[in-house]
């Protein structure tokens, strides 16, 4: 059984990563499955520290990007919307180059809050970074 709201497409959820950091960034959500969302992210020039591996910044960019639209996709859009309130990462391996994939679960879907964990994996499906997601739920107006 489902956990989204509705029935949301891939096509649609990357619609709405054009023209902000994501997009400039070339994330693309890649699966949404029954209870978690997936999305792969370049390692790059864009995405790069200056010693040549994938920035901890944008390993966390993916993960709040993942987890924020998973939990948005939660909520009946037209009364809620979710925004963050913490996030956390570590940084476990490095990664210099390839596309990282990461997958996003609900933790805890609760009534006014929501935790996501976020596990971020190099090429080579080795794990580089996991992240947690706290989400508030506020309703409109």
Known sequence: MS???????LEQ??????????GH????????GDDYLVGTMPVDARTRQPFGVLHGG???????????MAANLVVDRS????????????HLRPVADGEVTGVARAVHLGRTSQVWEMRITAPDGKLSCISRLTMAIVAHG
Request: charged residues 10%; negative net charge.
């Open 3 to 9: 956990i989204w709201h509705g029935q949301p497409t």
């Open 58 to 68: 944008a390993s966390v960019v993916l993960a709040e990007t993942l987890g924020s």
């Open 79 to 90: 009364s809620y919307y979710c925004v963050g309130q913490e996030v956390n990462a570590n």
């Open 25 to 32: 960034l070339d994330m693309r959500f890649t699966e949404l």
């Open 13 to 22: 959820l990357n619609e709405i990563l054009q023209g902000c950091m994501p």
